[in-house]
C-alpha cells in the first residue's frame, strides 16, 4: 500500500510546481508592493489563494500555508499560530537556518516539520518550502497532512529516540559527545556498557575530579584539537582499564558544532602485549632481563654523563652447575639458578639491575656510582659461594667474575659486555672462582688460548699428551713410597704447555673426560710396565676432576679400566680437589665409598684452598690428606703458616689419615715437617717430575 502522506506531497509539489499559481502570487505581490498595510496584503493574498484553490482540485489536499520573510516573520497564514516567529512555531531536526539555504540553493525543500497546537499539544506534518522567483527574500511554506492526532507526532519520535538510546546502552564501547558552551567543554551524550562499567555520568565535573593530573592534561589538549577540526587517537589509563579513545569532530558551515567521541576497552589487548614484550625481554625461569634487554639498557647507560665513580658492567659465571645438572637432573639445576639469582639480588646496591644470560650466567649492571666495584663483586662471590641445599643434598657453588667498568672508552654496549666475558674466561683458565677487572692483555690472552681448542682436540690423534711421575718420599727414611701422574701436554708447535693453561679449556670444550680416562688408563698400564720390568711396586696416583667425578658412569669407567690393564687396586690412588668433593658432598662421599670397595685409595689434594668443613671431613672416606704447596712455600714467609701447617698435620692425624706436603724444596722446610710428624712429602727438594724410564730406574729392585 502506497502511503498517504507520499501521495499528498507529491500532490504538493505539483500544487506549488504549476507556474500559475506562481504567477497568481508573484503579481499580487507586485501588485502591493506599494501598500503598507500589512493586513492589506494578507486579506488580499488570502482571496488569491482562495481563487486559485476554487480552480484546483489539488488543493484539497492542502491544509495550509504561511508566507514567511527573510528574518522568519509571518506575512501571512491560514492557520492562526498568534505573533510568532516562524522558528518559534515550527520545529524541525534541521536548523531553519540551514533549511532557507538549501531553498535558496535547491529552489524547494521537503521534510516534515513539527509545529504548535492552539492546546498547547505538538503536531507533525509533512511541508514543502519554495522561494518566491522574484522576491527572494519571501518564502511560502505549504503544509499537507495536518491532524488532531497526534500520535505519530509524539510517540514516534519518542520511540525513535528511545530505540537509539538503548541500542546506545547496549554497545559494549563508550560512546560520548562534547560540545562548548560559554567556553567549557558540555558533556552532552554519555552511553554504552563501558561508560556504566566506569560510572561515568553526564557531571563533567565529577569525571575531572577523578583524572590523575597527566590523564587530565592529555584528555584536555586532545579534546581542544578536536574542537579545532582534528581527528585524534590516543591512549591513556583510567580506573583500571586501558582506554582507545577516537574523536571526530562534527562540522557545520566551517565551525566544529561538537565532537563524538568513541572509547575501546584494550586492557586485555595490552596485557597481552605487555606479556609478549616481558617474554622478549626476561627470562622465563628467573623472572630477570635478559640479554635483549640487557643491550637496549646498557645502551642507555653508556651515554649517563655523570661519570664522577665508576659504573661497570659485572659478569658473573657459575663454575660447574652442569655437575649438578647431569647429577640431580635440570630441575634441581633450575632451583640453584633461582637461588643464586635471589642471592645476587640481596646484595646489590641501589642504582644496580640483575640480568640473566644464558645458562649459567648473571651480569649486574651499575648504573650509578659505586665507590668500589670490585669490592661489590667480592661480597656478591662470597654470597654465592655459602652452603645451599637442593633434594636433600648439601651444594657448595663457586662463580668466576669479570668486570668491564663503562668510563672506559668502548663504541657499543655489546663490546662492554664482551669485556667482561673476556675478563670471565680469563678468570676461568687461571682457577676460577674469582673477581678480574678488564684490561687488553686479556683479550689478547684469551684469543690465543681459544685457538688451542682445536688442537686439544688433535691432541689425541698427534700423540702429544704423555706423563710425567712426581715422586712421593718417605719423610723419615727418604724412600719413594708412591708417584703422582702429571699430565703433559708437548704442542707440536708451541711447545711444552702446562696444565694450567689447557686443563680448564679442556673442561669448557668437554674434553675433560676423554682426558682424564686417558690418563687413569695410561697411569694403570704404566704400572704394569714397571712391574714386568721388575720395579718395586708403589702407589701410584691419579688426578680427577670435579667434572668426572661426578658423572654419573664414571666408577664403570674406573672398573673397566682395571680390568682391561689389569691393574691391582689395592696400589691405585686418586686425588680428589677439596673443591670439588664441596660441590655434591652427598653424591661425591657415596661415589667415594664405592672406589674404597674396590680397594682403591683416595686422598684430597689442595687441602686448605676450600672451604670444607669438620664434619665432611670426617664423613669423606679418605686414607691421605695433600697440604697445598702455597702453605708450604710461605712457612718461613708468612706469620701464622707454621702453625697453620701443624695443625693441618695434627687435623689429618686425628682423622686416622696420612698427611703429605707438597712442594717442599729445602732442607729447612724437610726438617720443619720432619719435626711434625708430617708422614710423606712431595717437592724439587727430592726431585721434579720424572718420565716413566726415570722413575722406574729408581723403582728398581736391588739384585
Same mark, same amino acid.
Given at each position: ?503 680448564? *679449556?679442556?673442561?669448557? /670444550?668437554?674434553?675433560? $673426560?676423554?682426558? @682424564?680416562?686417558? +690418563?687413569?688408563? %695410561? ?121 697453620? *701447617?701443624?695443625?693441618? /698435620?695434627?687435623?689429618? $692425624?686425628?682423622? @686416622?689419615?696420612? +698427611?703429605?706436603? %707438597? ?41
Amino acid at each position: 500500500m502506497i502511503g498517504e502522506k507520499g501521495m499528498e506531497i507529491e500532490k504538493i509539489d505539483q500544487l506549488l510546481d504549476a507556474q500559475h499559481l506562481r504567477n497568481q502570487l508573484n503579481q499580487l505581490i507586485d501588485e502591493k508592493t506599494d501598500i503598507r498595510n500589512k493586513e492589506e496584503i494578507q486579506r488580499e493574498i488570502h482571496e488569491q489563494f482562495n481563487n486559485v484553490r476554487n480552480l484546483m482540485s489539488l488543493l484539497r489536499q492542502v491544509n495550509s500555508f504561511i508566507i514567511f520573510d527573510s528574518n522568519y516573520h509571518m506575512i501571512y497564514t491560514e492557520k492562526e499560530f498568534g505573533n510568532h516567529l516562524i522558528t518559534s512555531v515550527f520545529h524541525t531536526k534541521v536548523p531553519f537556518a540551514n533549511i532557507i539555504d538549501k531553498v535558496v540553493q535547491n529552489g524547494k525543500w521537503k521534510g516534515k516539520v513539527q509545529y504548535n497546537k492552539t492546546d498547547g499539544k505538538k503536531a507533525w506534518c509533512d511541508a514543502v518550502i519554495y522561494p518566491f522567483s522574484n522576491k527572494p527574500d519571501l518564502f511560502c511554506i505549504v503544509l499537507n497532512g495536518i491532524s488532531d492526532n497526534t500520535g505519530y507526532n509524539i510517540q514516534e519520535e519518542q520511540m525513535i529516540e528511545a530505540e537509539y538510546k538503548r541500542m546506545l546502552q547496549e554497545i559494549m564501547n563508550l560512546i560520548f559527545k562534547v560540545r562548548k558552551e560559554n567556553g567549557h567543554i558540555a558533556l552532552t551524550v554519555m552511553e554504552g556498557k563501558l561508560a556504566k562499567k566506569l560510572n561515568l555520568s553526564l557531571d563533567i565535573e565529577e569525571i575531572i575530579q577523578s583524572l590523575d593530573e597527566d590523564t587530565y592534561v592529555l584528555l584536555k589538549d586532545k579534546i581542544e584539537k578536536a574542537m579545532q577540526g582534528e581527528e585524534k587517537v590516543f591512549k591513556f589509563y583510567y580506573k583500571g582499564s586501558h582506554l582507545y579513545t577516537m574523536l571526530s569532530p562534527l562540522v557545520d558551515k566551517g565551525y566544529v558544532t561538537e565532537v563524538v567521541g568513541t572509547v575501546i576497552d584494550i586492557s586485555l589487548f595490552e596485557y597481552s602485549q605487555q606479556q609478549i614484550e616481558h617474554l622478549v625481554t626476561h627470562d622465563t625461569l628467573t623472572g630477570l632481563p635478559n640479554r635483549h634487554k640487557l643491550m637496549k639498557d646498557v645502551e642507555l647507560f653508556i651515554y649517563n654523563k655523570q661519570m664522577d665513580k665508576p659504573k661497570a658492567v659485572i659478569y658473573c659465571d657459575l663454575d660447574r652447575l652442569k655437575n649438578i645438572n647431569d647429577t640431580l637432573g635440570q630441575l634441581a639445576g633450575d632451583q640453584v639458578i633461582n637461588l643464586i639469582a635471589e642471592r645476587i639480588k640481596e646484595t646489590l646496591p641501589m642504582g644496580s639491575y640483575l640480568y640473566r644470560l644464558d645458562g649459567d650466567e648473571f651480569v649486574v649492571v651499575i648504573e650509578q656510582s659505586v665507590d668500589d666495584v670490585k669490592s661489590l663483586s667480592e661480597r656478591v662471590l662470597q654470597k654465592i659461594r655459602q652452603p645451599f641445599v637442593i633434594s636433600n643434598h648439601d651444594f657448595y657453588m663457586t662463580a668466576t667474575i669479570g668486570i668491564s667498568y663503562i668510563n672506559e672508552p668502548a663504541n657499543k654496549a655489546e663490546e662492554y659486555i664482551n669485556r667482561a666475558s673476556s675478563a670471565v674466561h680469563y678468570g676461568k683458565i687461571h682457577g676460577g672462582n674469582q673477581v678480574y677487572a678488564y684490561n687488553k692483555q686479556m683479550s689478547q690472552t684469551y684469543n690465543e688460548l681459544l685457538l688451542l681448542e682445536s688442537d686439544i682436540r688433535k691432541a689425541f690423534k698427534r700423540n702429544e699428551f704423555r706423563l710425567a711421575y712426581q715422586p712421593k718420599v718417605d719423610v723419615k727414611s727418604n724412600h719413594i713410597v708412591g708417584v703422582e701422574a702429571l699430565i703433559r701436554w708437548e704442542h707440536g708447535k708451541k711447545g711444552n704447555i702446562p696444565p694450567s693453561t689447557f686443563i680448564p *679449556i679442556a673442561e669448557e /670444550i668437554g674434553m675433560i $673426560h676423554a682426558i @682424564g680416562e686417558w +690418563v687413569l688408563f %695410561e697411569a694403570c698400564q704404566q704400572f704394569m710396565r714397571w712391574k714386568k720390568a721388575g720395579a718395586e711396586s708403589v702407589m701410584i696416583a691419579v688426578n680427577v676432576s670435579a667434572i668426572e667425578l661426578q658423572q654419573t658412569d664414571f666408577l664403570d669407567k674406573v672398573k673397566k679400566i682395571i680390568k682391561e690393564t689389569k691393574m691391582d687396586p689395592n696400589y691405585l690412588e686418586i686425588e680428589i680437589t677439596e673443591n670439588s668433593v664441596m660441590h655434591n658432598t652427598i653424591e661425591c662421599i657415596h661415589t667415594m665409598k664405592e672406589l674404597r670397595k674396590m680397594g682403591i685409595s683416595l686422598s684430597i689434594d689442595d687441602f686448605g684452598t676450600g672451604y670444607s668443613s669438620m664434619g665432611y671431613l670426617q664423613k669423606f672416606p679418605i686414607n691421605y690428606l695433600k697440604i697445598d704447596q702455597s702453605f708450604i712455600k710461605d712457612l718461613f714467609n708468612e706469620a701464622g703458616s707454621a702453625e697453620i *701447617i701443624k695443625a693441618m /698435620i695434627q687435623l689429618g $692425624h686425628t682423622f @686416622g689419615l696420612k +698427611v703429605v706436603a %707438597e712442594g717442599v724444596e729445602g732442607e729447612k722446610i724437610l726438617q720443619f715437617i720432619r719435626e711434625e710428624a708430617c708422614d710423606y712429602y712431595q717437592g724439587y727438594f727430592y726431585s721434579k717430575p720424572l718420565d716413566p724410564i726415570e722413575i722406574g730406574r729408581k723403582l728398581k729392585k736391588p739384585n
